[in-house]
């Protein structure tokens, strides 16, 4: 029954049933609950099947009177019934498969960027608390699984001279390490203090342990349940779009445009308000291919790489094959995408744009030019000084202009 009415199809028994009640050469119509399975029936039967509004109606009826409609049938067993009935129509909605489970994803990429957070907290509070004791060996390892190691194995910094760490650093480093214990400068702290530094680096390194065994069960998942994402943006990428939308189906469901967006919302609604420029990429930003792009064309390398992430998404999600052939051969169409873009950039911008730019010949143009000694000089090439001939015309011409203002006047 949950077949037939999640799924559309006709069993054996309902088709046994179907032949037995229903005669072949009856006129009357069949009143069935979803027409896709009235389809099925009308093909395989050649059964004439309806399915309207009236059915629906009527089916409603039928399910909240069926205890009067049928005789010795206790309502104990009715409930039995009913609940065995709604258990298997939500297994068949879920499709339930320990291959295809998209929620042990969705709780590991959780569960692996708080183990990020915390364990970020844990190494910054081990290396502040024994800096107060040994401060410069923070600047010498600068790998913090490597100076948690470090600590835990060593304790006390006078156990240095005498300690043997070749296991953890290399020779140089070693040295250094126990020359910077001789001459440290911290606090002398207690052996309770110890202990304590000890047991927090305990706890840092089982928790770096585990987090690198969720990260291979969560890589072997996504290679199970999503092959083609995988290999289009990466295991984590892909982890936090389908935790993002909710499940690898819902994922599906969105165009490429959303895809591209996906985690930016924020970003996009406060663009549509301001009117401002809205965001080219949300999560997608951190997959290799639009890493490994300049600044330049980011936003068209995520695009692109956001419509092909899409068809990847439905291939996996609605498609029976489970090999990631489809996602390889459109991560080498984007790869070829980003190349013709890094070299348009080489080439020179003509009528056809496709040619490359290319250098002139070097042709050696003998010729004499002769110097030129005028520019030595700053001096101006007119001299400055009046000549008398000049500074008595100019006289003349102001004595002139006094008369005849003189004789206007009167």
């Known amino acids: 029954a949950s077949t037939a009415l999640v799924e559309g199809k006709l ?3 309902l088709k046994k049933i179907l032949k037995k009640i229903v005669a072949k050469d009856a006129h009357e119509q069949l009143a069935v609950a979803d027409a896709k399975l009235g389809g099925v029936i009308k093909d395989k039967l050649n059964l004439s099947c309806i399915h309207s509004p009236m059915v629906t109606e009527l089916m409603r009826g039928i399910r909240s009177q069926i205890e009067g409609l049928i005789t010795g049938l206790p309502s104990r067993e009715m409930a039995a019934m009913c609940l065995g009935l709604a258990h298997s129509l939500s297994r068949y909605k879920l499709k339930f498969s320990p291959d295809k489970v998209d929620t042990m994803i969705i709780q590991a990429i959780s569960l692996l960027d708080d183990l990020d957070k915390e364990l970020n907290n844990y190494i910054m509070r081990c290396r502040e608390w024994y800096g107060w004791h040994f401060p410069e060996l923070g600047k010498i390892i600068t790998d913090n699984l490597t100076y948690c190691k470090c600590v835990r194995k060593v304790g006390d910094r006078t156990n240095f001279a005498s300690a043997d760490v070749s296991d953890i650093l290399p020779e140089e480093i070693e ?13 002398e702290v207690s052996e309770e203090d110890i202990s304590n530094i000890i047991h927090l680096c305990d706890q840092v390194i089982e ?5 690198t065994q969720l990260y291979d069960y969560l890589k072997n998942r ?3 349940i999503a092959p083609n994402l995988t290999v289009m943006v990466g295991e984590l990428v892909g982890a936090r779009l389908i935790a993002h939308a909710g499940s690898l189906l819902n994922l599906a469901k969105h165009p490429a445009s959303t895809v591209q967006l996906l985690g930016a919302e924020k970003a996009l609604f406060r663009a549509l308000k301001t009117k401002r420029d809205t965001p080219k990429f949300g999560l997608i930003y951190h997959a290799s291919l639009v890493g490994q792009t300049n600044t330049k064309n980011k936003g ?3 695009r692109m790489l956001a419509a092909k992430t899409a068809l990847t998404i439905r291939y996996d999600a609605l498609g029976e ?4 052939e489809m996602g390889a051969e459109n991560r080498l169409k984007v790869e070829t995408r980003l190349r ?17 730019a290319r250098t002139d010949k070097y042709q050696n143009k003998s010729e004499v030019k002769i110097f030129d ?3 030595d000089s700053t001096l101006p090439a007119v001299s400055k000084k009046r000549k008398i001939q000049e500074v008595e015309e100019q006289d003349t011409e102001v004595a002139v202009k006094a008369k005849k203002f003189k004789a206007e006047m009167k």
């Open 321 to 324: 094959n489970t090999s990631a």
């Open 373 to 375: 000694p005028s520019g």
């Open 207 to 211: 928790i770096s342990e585990y987090r």
């Open 300 to 302: 068209k390398i995520s």
């Open 222 to 224: 996504m290679m199970a």
């Open 175 to 187: 040295e250094d390490v126990k020359a910077a214990a001789e001459i440290s400068m911290g606090t």
């Open 340 to 356: 013709l873009l890094e070299e348009r950039g080489i080439r020179r911008i003509s009528g056809t744009g496709k040619a490359l």
């Open 11 to 13: 069993s054996k028994n």
